[in-house]
């Protein structure tokens, strides 16, 4: 009679480990600008994890895959995997998935914006 192995379990999750969203965000500090990723927990929103993340004492933000900018020339300066920026230093988070053109909020919510010129 052969003897059939036993199942592989499904791996574990370590206890502190969380579902998290992944969110593609620029950050704003003093002299840079870092476009990169952010965690949030699943079905989360953005502000609320920042208000608690960055008030109730975590100093540091994790950035991963981060490009990190040169504010007054818009040139690219670093990538890395992983940053961490501190709290202080933030002047501004704002989700790609949000952005749009000025240009084009200008024009849909007034209707005498002229036209953009053509070059």
Do not use: W
């Amino acid at each position: 009679m052969a003897i059939e192995p036993k199942p592989t379990p499904p791996p574990q999750k370590r206890p502190l480990q969380r579902d998290t969203d992944k969110i593609r965000v620029i950050i704003y500090i003093h002299a840079f600008k870092i476009i990169g990723t952010i965690k949030i927990p699943v079905g989360g929103r953005l502000t609320d994890f920042l208000n608690k993340t960055l008030r109730g004492g975590d100093a540091f933000l994790a950035i991963t895959n981060a490009e990190c900018y040169y504010e007054q020339d818009e040139k690219l300066r670093y990538t890395s995997e992983f940053v961490t920026i501190h709290r202080d230093h933030i002047h501004m988070i704002i989700p790609t998935e949000k952005i749009q053109d000025a240009r084009t909020h200008l024009r849909t919510s007034n209707p005498n914006t002229p036209p953009e010129p053509k070059f």
